[in-house]
Nanobody
Framework: QVQIVESGGGLVQPGGSLRLSCAAS????????MGWYRQAPGKQRELVAL???????NYADSVKGRFTISRDNAKNTVYLQMNSLKPEDTAVYYC????????????WGKGTLVTVSS
């Protein structure tokens, strides 16, 4: 069993910054991709950013230039530095990780709420 735990959400004013962290633990074989998705009220879950084990990254257009994803492979941890936050960034942010054990296995955290409001 692999556990995914996020931290770092909270309330921030527009233009502010937050840093999310996520750690994978448990019966890990080899984590490949890690990243973040988010779901705003009344909307579908959407990709925010992904990072491969080699450091390649993929960002949603809406966060490019404002958010930065990074990871520590030794700790199976991924981070999301969010700057210049906007009210439309308000959502529950979910950490995602996968690994290949014959087939791809997807793992999800329970989510952390980010609220951008004055």
């Amino acid at each position: 069993q692999v556990q995914i735990v996020e931290s770092g959400g909270g309330l921030v004013q527009p233009g502010g910054s937050l840093r999310l962290s996520c750690a994978a633990s448990g019966n890990i074989f080899s984590i490949h991709t890690m990243g973040w998705y988010r779901q705003a009220p009344g909307k579908q879950r959407e990709l925010v950013a992904l990072i491969g084990s080699g450091g390649s990254t993929n960002y949603a257009d809406s966060v490019k230039g404002r958010f930065t994803i990074s990871r520590d492979n030794a700790k199976n941890t991924v981070y999301l530095q969010m700057n210049s936050l906007k009210p439309e960034d308000t959502a529950v942010y979910y950490c995602y990780a996968n690994e290949v054990r014959g087939s791809i296995r997807d793992y999800w955290g329970k989510g952390t709420l980010v609220t951008v409001s004055s």
